[in-house]
């Protein structure tokens, strides 16, 4: 039997085997210090031109000077690696002690491009974070929005009395909304949403500057689009599978999914590619992160055509690697990459500091894609 039309459009419309989208950059990444970040920086620098670099070092980043030296550190790691071309885009730690004269020193400083919130405690290296942000930090609050410097939110409250799955929703309501009522011309990125109620915040609340550019964006990490809670109980505990904010219920992985997919301006990739040593994850109290740098592109290609978004890569070409530096003021980077249908496995471990190494996000798994070429 002949197929009908619609049956025959489908029969031949051809499944991508290869593509090349321009290169993209990382909009959230833990690149850690010293040895650690030797083994690591590598792999970013092989997928990605450019990544926001997050300052939950211990001692946090809190100064030009530290972000400036810190980014030193990273490029010299990153010739060592001999990955290529690489440009780490520095982030301040914003403390209740963050004076609106270290912020203006960052904005004119070129090197820093953004200042990270992180709630006390709410994850790793948190404890210097704030605990009011209205109330502790105004003033410098006041200082980024009159020079431009964007506030990386890592946006889930921190009371134990919330449960650990609604805190983000409820961050929306008690610090995001009074965050932007009080100052609407902040430049501020939702970071590593995980939630279907900040897929919608960030989708319905455009608001843009004098020059058109948007004020509210958020990044979605590759574990968010692909997994959802059932995923940290899968025949057992599975630390590597932890990260905060927590995968949540598939309504939300799938309204992130949307998101990602939609071509939005607002939403661009951020991976959260958190290293820990093996040994750190698989213990009584293992520590959150994903380390899912080393495959990144091959995941969020993945999460698009499991979509249904990769008939054509452009609305991947947007997320990744358009809409971030529209977000940041910056020009898309000149070169590309190209992603070739050709499976491959993810390793089981990788080298990292001790002998325990490092277990890379979904260690062990085939992939569908493989970058080919990078320049
Ligand atoms: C991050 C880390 O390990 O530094 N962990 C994580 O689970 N994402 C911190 C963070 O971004 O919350
Ligand atoms: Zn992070």
């Known amino acids: 039997m002949q197929p009908t039309t619609k049956q025959h459009s489908q029969t031949v ?4 085997t290869e593509f090349s989208i321009r290169r993209p950059d990382d909009w959230h990444l833990h690149l850690r210090d010293g040895a650690a970040l030797d083994h690591v920086v590598g792999a970013t620098a092989k997928q990605f031109h450019r990544a926001i670099v997050m300052p939950n070092l211990k001692p946090p980043v809190t100064t030009t000077d530290m972000a400036v030296a810190y980014r030193d550190r990273i490029l010299t790691a990153v010739k060592k690696s001999n990955a290529g071309s690489f440009e780490p ?41 704030v605990s009011d942000l209205l109330g502790q930090c105004s003033d410098a609050l006041e200082a980024m929005q009159k020079h431009d410097l964007p506030l990386l939110v890592h946006g889930e409250v921190t ?31 939702f970071e590593h949403i995980t939630t279907k109620q900040a897929a919608e915040f960030v989708r319905d609340e455009v608001t843009r500057d004098s020059s058109g550019r948007l004020l509210l964006g958020a ?57 820990h040593a093996k040994h750190l994850k698989e213990m009584a109290c293992g520590c959150a992160g994903c380390y899912s740098a080393p495959y990144a592109m091959e995941m969020y290609a993945e999460a698009f055509e499991l979509a249904g978004a990769l008939d054509t890569p452009e609305k991947l070409e947007l997320f990744a690697s358009l809409n971030g530096p529209a977000f940041y003021g ?16 993810i390793p089981a471990n990788l080298p990292f500091l001790t002998d325990s190494g490092i277990v890379p996000f979904r260690a062990g798994e085939e992939l569908a894609w493989s970058m080919v070429d990078s320049d």
């Not at 998101?259 to 939005?264: E, I, K, R």
Request: hydrophobic share 40%.
């Open 219 to 275: 990044t979605l990490t590759p574990q968010h689009l692909l997994y959802n809670r059932n995923s940290l109980f899968n025949g057992g505990l599975q630390p590597h599978w932890y990260c905060l904010p927590i995968l949540k219920r598939e309504e939300h992985r799938v309204a992130l999914l949307e998101a990602a997919v939609s071509g939005l301006p607002q939403f661009f990739l951020g991976t959260d590619s958190a290293p």
């Open 159 to 189: 009371d134990s009395d919330v449960d650990v799955f609604d805190r983000e929703a409820v961050f929306i309501d008690r610090v995001m909304k009074p965050l932007r009522a009080r100052f609407p011309g902040l430049r501020v990125v």
């Open 330 to 345: 910056l020009a898309p980077n000149e070169g590309r990459i190209t992603l070739r249908r050709q499976s491959q496995t």
């Open 89 to 129: 885009l520095m982030v301040l730690y914003l403390t209740g002690a963050t004076t609106p004269a270290e912020i203006e020193k960052a904005a004119k400083s070129g090197v820093v491009k953004a200042v990270k919130l992180y709630p006390a405690g709410a994850t790793t290296n948190s404890e210097a974070g």
């Open 13 to 16: 419309k051809a499944q991508l």
